[in-house]
């Protein structure tokens, strides 16, 4: 194979990649919204922003995971998660990592 099929071959992975995260973050963002329907975090005690909290804690852990075994791809997917909640939360990435 030449350079350029690699590459081409190289983004059409990534796209596929790409479109199954898309599938698995809507299909994540499905169910804590179910959850919180039926009432899972105030049965456990949390609010809503605590069960946030929680989660940004569990993919910041996985985040550091995946920046440490330089799988760039994976984090930059988990980073995009990380943003995500932040945004429910009223957060922005400076008041994170600052």
Same mark, same amino acid.
């Given at each position: 194979m030449k350079?350029?099929?690699?590459t081409?071959?190289?983004?059409?992975l990534?796209?596929?990649?790409?479109?199954?995260?898309?599938?698995?973050?809507?299909?994540?963002h /499905?169910?804590v919204?179910?959850?919180m329907? *039926?009432g899972? $975090?105030?049965?456990h #005690? %949390?609010?809503?922003?605590?069960?946030?909290?929680?989660?940004?804690?569990r993919?910041?852990?996985?985040?550091?995971?995946?920046?440490?075994k330089?799988e760039?791809?994976? /984090?930059?997917?988990?980073?995009?998660?990380? *943003?995500?909640? $932040?945004?429910?939360? #009223? %957060?922005?990435?400076?008041?994170?990592?600052n």
């Amino acid at each position: 194979m030449k350079d350029k099929e690699l590459t081409r071959l190289a983004e059409i992975l990534f796209e596929k990649i790409m479109e199954r995260q898309d599938k698995f973050d809507s299909e994540y963002h /499905a169910q804590v919204e179910a959850m919180m329907e *039926k009432g899972f $975090m105030q049965d456990h #005690g %949390l609010s809503q922003e605590e069960f946030f909290i929680g989660e940004l804690a569990r993919l910041q852990t996985i985040l550091v995971i995946y920046e440490d075994k330089e799988e760039y791809e994976k /984090a930059a997917l988990i980073l995009n998660k990380i *943003k995500k909640i $932040m945004k429910k939360l #009223g %957060l922005n990435d400076r008041k994170l990592w600052n």
